[in-house]
């Protein structure tokens, strides 16, 4: 945080044991520092869990954000929506 | 002119000017602010119900910014009676957080169930389709010249 302006890093967590399972959770961090003056900001959301079995094998479930993911496509469907629509207004006007 | 200061309001007045008192409350508020950078702020503590385990995870965003300040100054005399200085900072900073998913930890195997922010979702619809009609009212508005050659 004192260095760069920018900086992304995964921190794992403390496991949780189920049975003879090792669970961990994943968590992706964002810093920005403000170039001027003290502060910034932090993004934390979770990625993943990592699921360890006894012999070695490791699974990885990734932690997905429906919110998100909703809110965006919904706004990469606005902007193809209003390009496609005044590309086709455009035509018309040509013809 | 009386003075009608009471002792403790003295002392609130030091305590308010003490420079120690203003770091330290800078260093508590940068704490809390690094703080967003942990594992633990993202996932809460495992809750046990019978067999399964469930961990509730959420998005933290934390801003934070601050600034201090300090001068000195005379009135044109090298008489440190007409010297003077002065200091001052001030800041501020949100924390905002969103549950996202909850993590099932069952003897069966573990899955993850998302938490769907049906608010924001229903809100975004509305922000698109605003932002959608009040662009094509704007583009029918406009009349393009016909290019006949």
């Known amino acids: 945080m004192r260095n760069s302006l920018l900086r992304i890093k995964t921190l ?84 | ?57 959420a998005e933290v965003l934390s801003i934070a910014g601050f600034g201090l300040g300090s001068g000195s100054g005379s009135q044109g005399s090298a008489d440190p009676e007409k010297t003077g200085s002065g200091g001052g900072g001030g800041g501020g900073g949100r924390v905002l957080a969103r549950p996202v998913a909850a993590i099932v930890i069952s003897p069966t195997g573990v899955r993850i169930e998302p938490i769907v922010d049906v608010t924001k979702i229903v809100l975004a619809v509305f922000t698109t389709l605003g932002f959608m009609v009040g662009m094509i009212t704007r583009m029918k508005r406009i009349k393009h010249p016909k290019l006949n050659g």
């Open chain 1, 12 to 95: 794992t967590g403390r496991p949780v044991m189920v049975e003879d399972t090792q669970v961990y959770v994943r968590s992706q961090v964002l810093q920005v520092r403000l170039p001027f003056g003290n502060g910034g900001l932090i993004w934390n959301r979770p990625v993943s869990v990592v699921m360890q079995t006894p012999n070695g094998q490791a699974q990885i479930l990734s932690v997905p954000d429906v919110t998100r993911t909703a809110v965006l496509t919904l706004l990469v469907l606005s902007l193809v929506g209003t390009l496609l629509f005044m590309r086709f207004r455009r035509k018309n006007a040509e013809s």
């Open chain 2, 1 to 57: 002119m009386a003075n009608f200061s009471t002792p403790s309001q003295k002392l609130q007045d030091n305590k308010l000017l003490d420079p120690n008192l203003a770091l330290e409350t800078v260093q508590t508020t940068m704490d809390k602010f690094l703080s967003a950078a942990n594992v633990e702020a993202v996932y809460g503590p495992p809750v046990s119900q019978g067999e399964t385990i469930i961990i509730p995870s």
